[in-house]
């Protein structure tokens, strides 16, 4: 049996928000050099960001403001993944989505019309708020709607939809640089998220609740109409597995995720979550206009370079949805983890060395098809997964949090550490795909074809 029409209608509206969480992570890497001359965020001396570059150059940091642009929304996901869950958990994925569509429309069109540095500071915030709430709900809606036979493949269209608004990012940035617009490029380049953003909001209203959701607000009899629309086999057997589920882990609302029984997915989670900014793909991504004029590439060529790289992160993260439920999550880890470090030595070595510009074009792509192909197309569905009914949406905002801390971090530290030494970061990076390999390799189970409740009597241990 295939997915039906209702399925895949919940599926494809609960994952529209990696496409926002995708175009807004890639977009900023075509506007940050309009808006660190418009903003003067490298040599600023007065305001705000004069007074961060002063405060930090004593420290010896230089480009500290630029970076605090970047860094600013992913602080937002910070806050947006730690309580995501909770509110989750209350109010219901679906309704908790739709406040995120409109914090996505609310950063879009204040970006557009930032009046000022701090004010595109803020909006940006706002719009992070709703990048690490969909992160967390989008994955765990559609987590708890899929049969497991189907499971990680249509988790999987959550970060099919990232890769997908990393790409339209990419293209838009060198549509909008065609066009000339001058002054307004960068806000046109900002704002135009917001036409993604009122599109999820609408299609939000048109999909059902989570039956273990209802389940767990003893909202039984709208727990079974949505397994039969869903095209469940057996909504009887499957409802009452959810039942037995929840009674055998004495959910309740307020059920707290950090128990010594949930350490094992805790530590899952929350390495997986780390790992995947520890090989470096967002500051990649955030900074790659940048990464490529400091090997010599002129601006525009550095937007076509990037959309060679979003193409290719779509066609290996389509790959990877074709073999999670086949191959299964540790092995594509275990081979991305590899593929990625050596990748990254090579890109390393050309900083370095200063030599073989033309090779980071081609280092930079196979990396990102490992890294699509394996963590890209693994993480929302493994971190999903682990977790109990009871406490899945608040154990899914710990490895998410863990994720955005770890990426804020890095999008903060990078541009320092790059201008300092072009091949630092990467080495770091590499190092750590090569320990992410280690651990899976010793420490992760496989999670492909069993059902959630399987994996809660497999996983928390007592």
């Known amino acids: 049996m295939r997915p039906n029409f209702y399925l895949m209608k919940a599926t494809i509206s609960g994952a529209l928000g990696g496409l926002l969480f995708g175009f807004d992570t890639a977009v900023i890497a075509g506007a940050i050099d309009a808006l660190t001359r418009l903003y003067h965020l490298s040599d600023a001396t007065e305001g ?89 709900l989008g994955p765990v809606y559609i987590t708890e709607l899929a049969p497991a036979k189907w499971r990680g493949r249509m988790v999987g269209t959550f970060q099919v939809n990232v890769v997908v608004g990393i790409l339209l990012a990419y293209a838009s940035n060198f549509a909008i640089r065609l066009l000339h617009l001058g002054d307004a490029e960068w806000r046109v380049q900002l704002g135009v998220a917001a036409v993604p953003a009122v599109l999820f909001l609408i299609l939000l209203f048109g999909i059902p609740r989570s039956p ?27 409802l009452a ?13 307020n059920e707290p995720v ?20 520890l090989a470096g793909i967002n500051a990649i991504l955030y900074y790659l206009n940048n990464i490529f004029a400091s090997a010599g ?21 389509l790959i990877g949805m074709t073999l999670i439920d086949r191959l299964g999550r540790k092995t594509l880890l275990l081979i991305g983890a590899a593929g990625c470090a050596a990748c990254l030595s090579g890109v390393a070595y050309v900083f370095l060395t200063q030599s073989h510009q033309a090779a980071l074009l081609w ?21 999903g997964e682990v977790f109990p009914n009871a406490v ?8 998410n949090s863990s994720h955005w801390i770890m990426n804020a971090a890095i999008a903060l530290v990078f541009p320092i550490l790059a201008a300092k030494s072009g091949g630092a970061p990467f080495v770091f990076f590499a190092v750590m795909t090569v320990v992410q390999f280690v651990v899976v390799l010793l420490m992760y189970p496989e999670t492909k074809g069993q059902t959630l409740e399987a994996l809660q009597r497999k996983l928390v241990r007592e």
């Open 48 to 136: 705000l960001a004069g007074w961060i570059n002063v405060f930090f150059l004593h420290l010896g940091l230089a480009n500290f403001a630029q970076g605090f642009t970047v860094f600013i929304a992913v602080f937002g996901t910070v806050f947006g993944a730690m309580f995501a869950g909770q509110v989750g958990q209350m109010l219901g994925g679906r309704e908790t989505l739709r406040i995120t569509a409109v914090l996505y429309v609310i950063s879009a069109l204040g970006c557009a019309i930032a009046w000022n540095w701090p004010a595109l500071l803020i909006f940006r915030f706002i719009g992070g708020l709703g990048i690490g709430a969909s992160s967390v």
């Open 297 to 317: 590439f002129t601006q525009l060529s550095g937007d076509l370079q990037a959309i060679a790289i979003g193409a290719t992160n779509l066609v290996f993260t």
């Open 363 to 383: 280092l930079l792509v196979v990396y990102i098809a490992f890294f699509a192909v394996s963590q890209g197309a693994v993480i929302w569905v493994y971190i």
């Open 241 to 253: 597995e959810i039942q037995q589920a929840l009674k055998e882990s004495h959910a309740v609302a």
């Open 392 to 399: 899945r949406n608040k154990g899914q905002s710990v490895g």
């Open 212 to 238: 273990r959701w209802s389940v767990s607000k003893a909202r039984i009899d709208e727990a079974m109409e949505v397994l039969k629309l869903m095209g469940d086999p057996d909504p009887d057997a499957e």
């Open 258 to 277: 950090f128990q010594w029984k949930y350490r094992y997915p805790l530590f899952l989670a929350i390495t997986i979550g780390a790992f995947n900014q």
